[in-house]
Nanobody, 111 residues
């Protein structure tokens, strides 16, 4: 049974920070590329950031300089550090790898 489980979402004020985690369990091969996506109400799911097994990263223009993706292969965990959060970052954030999606974690940025 392959599973990706996200955690760390919540309510934060504009300008605040959150750290999301995604843990891989089961028989999943910890994918060469792990990604974070997000989906806001009424919008399509969009790629936020991804990271290769050796740590090469890429980001959507909307989050460059504010978000940082990282991974710990030994712990089979991917992280998304989000700083200087804006209301437009409000969305359900999903972890993805090896054809598997996590269940999503809600991030709400509001005063």
């Amino acid at each position: 049974q392959v599973q990706l489980v996200e955690s760390g979402g919540g309510l934060v004020q504009p300008g605040g920070s959150l750290r999301l985690s995604c843990s891989a369990s089961g028989s999943i091969w910890f994918s060469y590329i792990m990604s974070w996506f997000r989906q806001a109400p009424g919008k399509e799911r969009e790629l936020v950031a991804d990271i290769t097994r050796v740590g090469v990263t890429s980001y959507a223009d909307s989050v460059k300089g504010r978000f940082t993706i990282s991974r710990d292969n030994a712990k089979r965990t991917v992280y998304l550090e989000m700083n200087s959060l804006k209301s437009e970052d409000t969305a359900v954030y999903y972890c993805y790898g090896s054809g598997v999606w996590g269940q999503g974690t809600q991030v709400t940025v509001s005063s």
